[in-house]
Nanobody, 129 residues
C-alpha cells in the first residue's frame, strides 16, 4: 500500500511561483508513475502532469496544455518524492492539487485518465491579488 502526503500550497499573487511536494510511503514507488491533478471549486478534477519512473523507464514528463511551459514536474526517488514547480501563476490555477501514483512505469497516452491507484490529500493553491 502506498500513501501520499502533499504539501506546499498557499496563497500567492498572480505571477508568483510555488513548489508543491509530495512524499510517498511504501515499497516500489520508484517503479511507478507519479503525477498531479487539480480541482477548482465547482469544476471537474483535471490532470496537470505525469512523470515516468526513472528506475525502469526514462523519467520523462507530460503536461496539460494549460500549464505547459509554466509548470515543471520532477521526482527524487531517494526521497520517494515528486515535486511540481509552478511559475507565472494566475487565478485560473487556483485549485486543490492532488498528487497521484500508479503501478505502471510510463504515463502513456491515457495519463489524463484519473484512474490512478493512489491519491494523496489535496493541498490548496490560491492565486489572488
Amino acid at each position: 500500500e502506498v500513501q501520499l502526503q502533499a504539501s506546499g500550497g498557499g496563497v500567492v499573487q498572480p505571477g508568483d511561483s510555488l513548489r508543491l511536494s509530495c512524499v510517498a510511503s511504501g515499497r516500489g514507488v520508484s517503479q511507478y508513475v507519479m503525477g498531479w491533478f487539480r480541482q477548482a471549486p465547482g469544476k471537474e478534477r483535471e490532470p496537470v502532469s505525469c512523470i515516468n519512473s526513472m528506475a525502469i523507464s526514462d523519467g520523462s514528463a507530460v503536461y496539460a496544455d494549460s500549464v505547459k511551459g509554466r509548470f515543471t514536474i520532477s521526482r527524487d526517488d531517494d526521497e520517494n518524492a515528486v515535486y511540481l514547480k509552478s511559475n507565472s501563476l494566475n487565478p485560473e490555477d487556483t485549485a486543490a492539487y492532488f498528487c497521484v501514483a500508479d503501478r505502471r512505469p510510463q504515463c502513456g497516452g491515457d495519463w489524463t485518465n484519473p484512474l490512478y491507484d493512489f491519491w494523496g490529500q489535496g493541498t490548496q493553491v490560491t492565486v489572488s491579488s
